[in-house]
């Protein structure tokens, strides 16, 4: 019987990493946040770390580039049979966001999981 591993809930594009890292060495530890809020959509939201609260309302996906990547739970229960991409594209970040003003910005791309990665997280507790 193939089973199938629980799959990452959030991942990076080698542009994101190669972003991440930079700003990693400007600023140190960092911290990312996908919310559904108003001013900047759904753009993942890069911070240092200690500069935004994480609250009981949001869920760690997972890390990506050593950053912890959190979702606000009424997000999570929207995208909860997704995987995030989080890409590089060219444009301006969000106002609040550690990439504003370098030409990029962060882009949260997504993929539905499969009814077998689906069993999976379940199986592991994460979904």
Same mark, same amino acid.
């Given at each position: 019987?193939?089973? *199938?591993?629980? @799959?990452?809930?959030?991942?990076?594009?080698?542009?994101?990493?190669?972003?991440?890292?930079?700003?990693?060495?400007?600023?140190? @530890?960092? $911290?990312?946040?996908? =919310?559904?809020?108003?001013?900047?959509?759904?753009?993942?939201?890069?911070? @240092?770390?200690?500069?935004?609260?994480?609250?009981?309302?949001?869920? $760690?996906?997972?890390?990506?580039?050593?950053?912890?990547?959190?979702? =606000?739970? @009424?997000?999570?229960?929207?995208?909860?049979?997704?995987?995030?991409?989080?890409? *590089?594209?060219?444009?301006?970040?969000?106002?609040? =966001?550690?990439?504003?003003?370098?030409?990029?910005?962060? $882009?949260?791309?997504?993929?539905?999981?499969?009814?077998?990665e689906i069993e999976a997280l379940k199986a592991?507790?994460?979904?």
């Amino acid at each position: 019987m193939n089973t *199938v591993q629980a @799959p990452d809930r959030v991942l990076a594009t080698p542009a994101a990493e190669a972003l991440i890292g930079e700003l990693r060495g400007e600023y140190g @530890p960092l $911290l990312f946040h996908q =919310s559904g809020g108003c001013c900047d959509g759904s753009s993942p939201m890069c911070y @240092p770390q200690g500069d935004f609260l994480v609250g009981d309302g949001d869920v $760690l996906l997972g890390e990506i580039g050593g950053a912890p990547f959190y979702i =606000s739970r @009424p997000q999570f229960e929207y995208w909860k049979h997704t995987q995030l991409i989080i890409d *590089v594209v060219p444009g301006r970040g969000g106002m609040f =966001s550690l990439e504003n003003g370098r030409g990029v910005r962060f $882009l949260t791309r997504s993929r539905l999981f499969t009814d077998e990665e689906i069993e999976a997280l379940k199986a592991a507790g994460r979904f």
